[in-house]
């Protein structure tokens, strides 16, 4: 039968994930609040409304709905950027063989991401037409770890969540998979995707059997 793989963007299809840690911290600095690395892993695949409010936290900070609203602004166009500079050299390495792998073998292909800056980036990097389907920040209400996200590409492809593979970056994105009850592969470290069924550095990684193998289950 067919299956959907479902594809986060950021961190996963393009190396966003560096330009939205350098934006935050960019923006974290002008109200004097500093964060690492290793917190900005808190950060990845969260919304950005949610993940201003961890920054504001992590520096004990309180401020008006007007100037959150600002602050998010001030981010999303520090943000753009560095997306304005894209093209497809920065599809990370063997995605595109994958896609094109699983297209091949006739299977549905979706997006499932927080971003609302989704289908631009997948425009500036020309993949958009790769996907079936595509879901994204303007489309949910609940960020992950909430299934939302995943489920509503299920539910455009008619396909059900056990027949779904998500690849993710980001711990929230992976528990968010398993909350839908699909496949969940991270693209990352093992240290911080434990809780993933299974865990590639990158996509170089992923076999051509393997990817067989999650077809024909
Ligand atoms: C996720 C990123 O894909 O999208 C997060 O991992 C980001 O870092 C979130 O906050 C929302 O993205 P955007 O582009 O709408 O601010
Ligand atoms: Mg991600």
Redesign the pocket.
């Known amino acids: 039968t067919k299956k959907a793989f479902i594809f ?4 996963v299809i393009v190396d ?2 560096k330009y ?1 840690f350098l934006a ?1 911290r960019k923006l974290a600095s002008t109200i004097g609040v500093d964060f690492t690395e290793h917190q900005n892993e808190q ?6 409304v ?2 201003l409010e961890k920054i504001l936290a992590w520096g004990n900070k309180s401020i008006s709905d007007a100037e959150f609203t600002r602050l998010m602004g001030l ?2 166009d520090d ?1 753009l950027t560095y997306i304005d500079k894209m093209d497809e050299q920065e599809i990370l390495p063997d995605v595109t063989k994958t896609l094109d792998f699983l297209r091949d073998k006739n299977q549905h292909i979706a997006l499932g ?6 289908r631009m980036i997948l425009e500036k990097v020309n993949i958009l037409d790769k996907f079936d389907v595509i879901v994204d ?1 303007n489309d949910v209400t609940k960020g992950k770890p909430d299934p939302e996200v995943f489920l509503k590409s299920a539910q455009h492809l008619n396909v059900p969540p056990e027949h779904c593979i998500v690849f993710e ?2 711990l929230a ?1 992976i528990q968010a998979a398993n909350n839908a009850g699909m496949i969940s592969i991270g693209i990352g470290e093992k240290d911080i995707l434990h809780e993933a069924d299974y865990v590639f550095t990158d996509f170089t990684e992923i076999s051509i059997d393997f990817l067989n193998e999650l077809i024909s289950r």
């Open positions: 986060d963007l950021d961190g966003t994930a939205h935050w950060l990845k695949g969260v919304s950005r949610k993940s981010k999303n943000y991401s927080a971003s609302k800056n989704a920040g970056d980001a994105g």
